[in-house]
C-alpha cells in the first residue's frame, strides 16, 4: 500500500522549509563549477581552504569506529559529501587534504595537473620500503625520476597493440581458470557451488598477470594451490585493509594498535613473492648468457637484459604492477559477475552481443572483444559502481592554484573521492543502478567522463590500463555468464499499493515469471488516489509530493519519464505547514496577524525543529515529546514574553506540524527519535503533473503480464511454515476462500492495517519482537477537506488562509484539559490548521486535519463539514465566503485496508529496533534446518528507519524485499 505524503518540516528547518530547500543546495551554490574565474577577480579576495569546513581527528574516529564506516570506508565519502559538501578540508590524525568531491573539480584539478603530476603524500607506501631498501616504482616514485620510470615500464604495455601481444597466453589461463571453476563445482557438497570466488578470482588473476610480467605459470589455477601463492594473496588484502586505519591514526597509535603491524606484514609478504620470482627470472637470463643463447622473452625479459633497471628498481616496480594487475582484475571481474548475476536483462543483452560476434565455442580474441560496444560498458559501469581505487590524490606542486573559486597554496595535498563522485546522481541519475547503456556511444548524451576515471587521468593514469581491459574483455566473452535465475519460485505480493507494485515491478524484472499480486480493493494505489471530481485535472486524495530529489528514486523515475509539474505554483499545493509571504494569517476575531510576527515565530519555530530532526537536543530533553520540548525550548527564547500574539502563532505552528507527524498532538510524540528521519537533499515539495501518482503507478505497471494483479481479493490469513520441508511453505487464504500456494509473500500492508488486524491474520502467530513493533510504533490519521466554490472570494496573491485561535488545542494548558473526556469532540474543528489553495484548481480550497480530530470529522456528513469551515473562514477573515458548491472529505481513518494515514514515533519507542523488528522476514534467524527462509517479508513506509512517512520509503521498501529474494536465488544457484 502507499500513503498520504508527510507534509513538511521534517528535518529541514520548520516552516520556512519552502523558501530554504527550493532549488540548489547551498554547497552547490557556493562551490560554483569548474568554471575559471574572470580575469579581473584578484586573488587576494578569493576564499580560501580557511573557508572550507574542517574533518577534524576525533569526529572522524566516531564515525569510523562508532558508526561502523571502518569497513564502510567508501560509504564514508558520501556521507561526509552530504555533510559538507564536494570541497572540504580533512585535518585526521597524520592526514591534512582537501577533499575532492565531484566531477566539475575533478576535472579543474587534473586538467591543471603538473608535467610531473605528484599522487600526494605516498609515505604510507614508501615507508616499507625506505626500511627494506627497496627501490620506488611506478605508483612511488615522484618527479623527473617518475617520468623516467614511466617511460620504461609503459613499452610493451601501454599501447593496444602492445597489451594485443598478450591475449594468447591470457587465453590459456582464462582456459585453465573455466575448468577449475567446473572442478570446484563438481566437488561441492552441493555440486554448483563455488564457494569462495573472491578468493578464486584473485588466484586467476595473479595467475594472468604472473604470466605476464615474469612469463612464466606459477601454478594459482592447479588443484593444490601452492602456499606461498596463497601467502601473497592473503598478503594483498591484509595490505589493503589496514592501510586506512595507519592513514587516519597519529603515528603515536602504531605501538598501541594492531593495525600497523599487519600493514608492514602484508608489504613483507607482497615483496617477498614478487622478489623470489623476479630471482629465478634473472638466474634463467643469467645461465642462457653463459650458454651464449639468445635471451628472447617479453616483458620481465626486456627490463632485465636491457640493463636500463637496477635489481632494487625493479622489485620494486614489477611488484606495484602486480599487485595492481591482481587487485584491480580480480575485484572488477568479482562485482561484475555480482552485477550481472542480479541483472538478468543486462547479462542477456551482453550474452546475445558475445554470440553475434563469436560463433559457437569459438575462443575470442583481442581484435574482436575490443570491438565490442556493450562489453566495454558493462565493465566500465561495474568500475563505476564499485572502482578499484576509491580514493586518489594529488599534490600541485608547481604553483598556488584555484579550485571550485577557493585558492589552495603551492604543495596543497588534494583527496579524490572516486567512489562518492561517482555516485553523484547529478552525473549518474540513478547512480546505483547498473546500467551499462550510459556508456554507449548511439547518440544519447554521456555522462561527464571525469564522473568516473578508475584508471586515472593523463600521463599519471595506470601503465597497465589496456593489459587490464583485454584481460577482463576476454574472460567475460569467452563462456556465457547467465547465472540460473529461479523462473519457478512462486511468489505473492499482498496488496498493490506503491510497496507492492514495486516490489512486483523489481522481480518481473530481474525475471521472475511466476508472481501474483493480490489486492483488497477494487483499485491500485493504497494510500495513493489520484481523482478527478472537479473537472478534468487531478486532486490527490492521499500522496500528494515527492519528497526530495537527490537519491530519490521516485523523483528520478519521475524526471526520466516527464512526469514532474513544471509549475512552480504546483510545489505549494495544500502545503499545510510551510509558511510564505502569500500566507494570510487570521485571528478569530477578524483581525489579520503582521506578517513580520507571523515570520519571526515561524523562523524561532523552525530553528527549534531543526534541533531535534537534526539530532542535537540537549540530554535534559531527551526524554521528553516533541511538545514539551517545543514548550521549554520557545519560553526560553525572548519572543515567548513579547506578546501573546506570538505564543498563539507558535500554538499554530506545532498544530500545523501535528500534520507532519500524523499525530493527535506533539505531546504524543518523541522529541529524540525523529531524528532518524532523513530529508533528502533537493527540492522538497516535487508535485507530478496532469497524471499526478496515478501516472507513477502506471510506470510501474507497464510490464505486468496480463491477470498477475487480482483485485477484491482480502486476505482472510497468511498461513506460513507449512511445508515443513516438503512443498510451498506458504498458503494466503482470501475472504471469497480462494487460497494461494507460494515459496514466498510480500505483505505490504498498513500499519494501521496490521495494529487491527495482525492477531488473526498470521497463523502460526508473529514472534513476539514483531507483534511489539507493531504495537509501538504510532500510526496516525491526516485527512484533507476539499472546499469548490462557485467564484473566488480570497485576493489573487492568497497562498493560504491560516486560522490562529486564542486557545488552540495545541496549548499546553489546552491540551491537558482536554487530554481526558470527550469535550475535545465539541472543538474538533480547532485542529484545522487553514485552508490552502490548490494547483489547477482556481476555485477550490484545502483543509487539513489530523489525529483524533480528523478520525471524528470522518463520522460526520460532508455537508456537516462543509459548513462548519464556511462559518470558519467567515468568521476568521470577514470575507464573501459562499457556501461551497461541493465539498469532498478524505476518510483515511475508516478506510478498511488503510486503518490511518502514515506512522509516527511515540514517546519511549527505540524507533530503529521497531522499524528493523516490522522489517524482519519470517521465519526470524537462525532458520531451523529443513524450514526454507524469507517465507514471509514485509515492505512499506513503516518497515523503513530513515524514510517512513514517505512514498519513497514505500517504494524502497518494496524493491528491498524483491532485491532479498533476488539476492537469495542467484546466492544459491
Known amino acids: 500500500m502507499a500513503l498520504p505524503l508527510v507534509p513538511c518540516s521534517v528535518q529541514t528547518g520548520g516552516l520556512r522549509l519552502l523558501l530554504l530547500r527550493a532549488g540548489t543546495p547551498q554547497w552547490v551554490r557556493a562551490v560554483g563549477s569548474s568554471a575559471s574565474l574572470p580575469e579581473t577577480t584578484s586573488s587576494s579576495k578569493l576564499p580560501t581552504e580557511k573557508d572550507l569546513h574542517v574533518v577534524r581527528t576525533l569526529p572522524m574516529l566516531y564515525r569510523m569506529f562508532v558508526k561502523g564506516y571502518y569497513k564502510r570506508l567508501h560509504e564514508l565519502q558520501v556521507y561526509d559529501k552530504q555533510l559538507y559538501g564536494p570541497l572540504y578540508k580533512v585535518n585526521a590524525g597524520g592526514l591534512i587534504s582537501i577533499?575532492?568531491?565531484?566531477?566539475?573539480?575533478?576535472?579543474?584539478?587534473?586538467?591543471?595537473?603538473?608535467?610531473?603530476?605528484?599522487?600526494?603524500?605516498?609515505?604510507?607506501?614508501?615507508?616499507?620500503?625506505?626500511?627494506?631498501?627497496?627501490?620506488?616504482?611506478?605508483?612511488?616514485?615522484?618527479?623527473?625520476?617518475?617520468?623516467?620510470?614511466?617511460?620504461?615500464?609503459?613499452?610493451?604495455?601501454?599501447?593496444?597493440?602492445?597489451?594485443?601481444?598478450?591475449?594468447?597466453?591470457?587465453?590459456?589461463?582464462?582456459?585453465?581458470?573455466?575448468?577449475?571453476?567446473?572442478?570446484?563445482?563438481?566437488?561441492?557438497?552441493?555440486?554448483?557451488?563455488?564457494?569462495?570466488?573472491?578468493?578464486?578470482?584473485?588466484?586467476?588473476?595473479?595467475?594472468?598477470?604472473?604470466?605476464?610480467?615474469?612469463?612464466?605459470?606459477?601454478?594459482?589455477?592447479?588443484?593444490?594451490?601452492?602456499?606461498?601463492?596463497q601467502d601473497f594473496i592473503d598478503s594483498i588484502a591484509a595490505m589493503f585493509t589496514y592501510s586506512f586505519p595507519v592513514v587516519f591514526l597519529p603515528r603515536w597509535t602504531r605501538n598501541i594498535f594492531p593495525f600497523w603491524r599487519r600493514y608492514i606484514a602484508g608489504w613483507e609478504g607482497i615483496f617477498i613473492f614478487s622478489k623470489k620470482l623476479i630471482d629465478m627470472k634473472m638466474e634463467d637470463i643469467q645461465k642462457r648468457l653463459d650458454r651464449g643463447q639468445e635471451v628472447k622473452g617479453e616483458y620481465l625479459t626486456y627490463l632485465l637484459s636491457s640493463n636500463i633497471l637496477s635489481s632494487k628498481d625493479v622489485y620494486g616496480s614489477i611488484a606495484e604492477l602486480l599487485l595492481a594487475g591482481v587487485d584491480t582484475t580480480s575485484n572488477t571481474l568479482m562485482w561484475t559477475f555480482y552485477l550481472l548475476s542480479r541483472n538478468p536483462k543486462v547479462q542477456e543483452t551482453l550474452y546475445q552481443e558475445v554470440c553475434s560476434y563469436i560463433p559457437g565455442d569459438s575462443i575470442p580474441t583481442a581484435e574482436i572483444v575490443t570491438r565490442m560496444p556493450y562489453l566495454k560498458s558493462v565493465i566500465k559501469e561495474a568500475l563505476r559502481l564499485y572502482p578499484v581505487v576509491p580514493v586518489n590524490a594529488r599534490i600541485m606542486n608547481e604553483q598556488e592554484v584555484v579550485i571550485g573559486g577557493h585558492l589552495f597554496p603551492k604543495n596543497t595535498t588534494f583527496t579524490l573521492f572516486h567512489y562518492a563522485i561517482s555516485q553523484d546522481e547529478r552525473t549518474f541519475p540513478e547512480p546505483q543502478k547498473f546500467k551499462p547503456e550510459r556508456w554507449l556511444r548511439d547518440g544519447r548524451i554521456r555522462p561527464n567522463p571525469f564522473g568516473s576515471i578508475p584508471f586515472g587521468f593523463g600521463v599519471r593514469g595506470c601503465a597497465g590500463r589496456r593489459i587490464a581491459e583485454l584481460e577482463m574483455y576476454l574472460a567475460l566473452s569467452r563462456k556465457p555468464l547467465q547465472v540460473a535465475m529461479s523462473k519457478t519460485a512462486r511468489l505473492l505480493v499482498v496488496g498493490a499499493g506503491l510497496a507492492g507494485l514495486a516490489a512486483a515491478a523489481t522481480l518481473f524484472e530481474s525475471g521472475f515469471q511466476n508472481v501474483q499480486v493480490l489486492e483488497a480493493t477494487e483499485k491500485h494505489g493504497g494510500r495513493i488516489d489520484t481523482t478527478r471530481p472537479f473537472g478534468p485535472d487531478i486532486i490527490e486524495l492521499g500522496a500528494n509530493w515527492i519528497h526530495g530529489q537527490e537519491g530519490n528514486p521516485l523523483y528520478s523515475l519521475a524526471k526520466e519519464h516527464g512526469l514532474l509539474h513544471e509549475d512552480p505554483l504546483a510545489s505549494i499545493m495544500c502545503l499545510p505547514t510551510s509558511f510564505t509571504p502569500e500566507d494570510y494569517f487570521f485571528r478569530e476575531d477578524g483581525q489579520q496577524l503582521d506578517p513580520v510576527e507571523v515570520e519571526r515565530v515561524c523562523a524561532l519555530f523552525g530553528q527549534l525543529t531543526t534541533r531535534a530532526f537534526s539530532c542535537e537536543l540537549e540530554d535534559r530533553f531527551l526524554s521528553k515529546s516533541l511538545g514539551h520540548y517545543l514548550d521549554e525550548a520557545f519560553a526560553e527564547d525572548v519572543l515567548a514574553n513579547s506578546s501573546r500574539e506570538a505564543q498563539q502563532i507558535f500554538e499554530w505552528c506545532k498544530r500545523s506540524e501535528c500534520t507532519d507527524e500524523a499525530s493527535s498532538s506533539l505531546y504524543e510524540v518523541s522529541a529524540s527519535q525523529i531524528g532518524h528521519y532523513v530529508a533528502l537533499q533537493g527540492g522538497f515539495f516535487n508535485t507530478l503533473g496532469s497524471g499526478g501518482y496515478q501516472a507513477l503507478l502506471d510506470l510501474l505497471m507497464r510490464n505486468f503480464p496480463a491477470g498477475v494483479l487480482l483485485y477484491s481479493k482480502p486476505v482472510q490469513q497468511i498461513r506460513w511454515t507449512c511445508g515443513k520441508g516438503v512443498g510451498p511453505p506458504v498458503r494466503v487464504v482470501c475472504e471469497d476462500g480462494q487460497e494461494y500456494e507460494a515459496d514466498h509473500v510480500i505483505v505490504t500492508a498498513s500499519l494501521g492495517f496490521l495494529k487491527e488486524k495482525a492477531s488473526t491474520l498470521f497463523e502460526p502467530p508473529l514472534p513476539a519482537t514483531k507483534v511489539g513493533a507493531i504495537k509501538n510504533l504510532g500510526f496516525g490519521t491526516v485527512d484533507k477537506i476539499f472546499l469548490q466554490f462557485e467564484h473566488r472570494f480570497w485576493p489573487e496573491d492568497c497562498a493560504g488562509i491560516q486560522l490562529v485561535w486564542d486557545q488552540g488545542p495545541e496549548d499546553a494548558a489546552v491540551h491537558a484539559s482536554l487530554s481526558q473526556g470527550e469535550a475535545w469532540r465539541d472543538t474538533w474543528y480547532k485542529k484545522i490548521c487553514g485552508f490552502d489553495v490548490v494547483a489547477r484548481h482556481p476555485t477550490v480550497l484545502c483543509g487539513w486535519i489530523t489525529g483524533r480530530e480528523a478520525e471524528h470529522m470522518e463520522t460526520l456528513t460532508e455537508e456537516d463539514v462543509g459548513e462548519v469551515c464556511v462559518r470558519l473562514l467567515q468568521t476568521f477573515t470577514s470575507w464573501p465566503v459562499q457556501k461551497p458548491t461541493r465539498v469532498l472529505v478524505t476518510k483515511w481513518r475508516h478506510h478498511p485496508y488503510a486503518c490511518g494515514s502514515y506512522t509516527y514515533i511515540p514517546c519511549g519507542v527505540d524507533a530503529v529496533k521497531e522499524h528493523q523488528a516490522l522489517a524482519e522476514p519470517l521465519p526470524l534467524d537462525p532458520v531451523p534446518a529443513m524450514v526454507k527462509p524469507l517465507q514471509v517479508l514485509f515492505a512499506g513506509e513503516a518497515t523503513h528507519v530513515n524514510f517512513y512517512t514517505t512514498t519513497h520509503g514505500a517504494y524502497i521498501t518494496g524493491v528491498r524485499e524483491a532485491q532479498r529474494l533476488i539476492n537469495y536465488y542467484a546466492d544459491h544457484q
Not at 594468447?168 to 569462495?196: A, C, H
Request: with cysteine.
Open 99 to 229: 577533499a575532492i568531491a565531484s566531477a566539475e573539480l575533478m576535472e579543474e584539478i587534473l586538467r591543471k595537473d603538473a608535467k610531473f603530476p605528484s599522487r600526494g603524500d605516498m609515505t604510507i607506501w614508501t615507508e616499507y620500503r625506505d626500511m627494506r631498501g627497496i627501490g620506488y616504482g611506478p605508483f612511488t616514485e615522484e618527479g623527473e625520476k617518475w617520468y623516467k620510470l614511466r617511460a620504461i615500464l609503459n613499452k610493451r604495455m601501454l599501447h593496444p597493440s602492445d597489451s594485443m601481444k598478450y591475449a594468447g597466453m591470457m587465453n590459456d589461463v582464462i582456459t585453465d581458470f573455466i575448468k577449475r571453476i567446473y572442478f570446484l563445482r563438481q566437488n561441492s557438497p552441493t555440486g554448483d557451488m563455488v564457494v569462495n570466488i573472491s578468493n578464486e578470482l584473485y588466484r586467476f588473476a595473479l595467475e594472468g598477470i604472473s604470466s605476464i610480467l615474469f612469463e612464466t605459470r606459477i601454478g594459482c589455477l592447479e588443484k593444490e594451490i601452492p602456499k606461498e601463492t
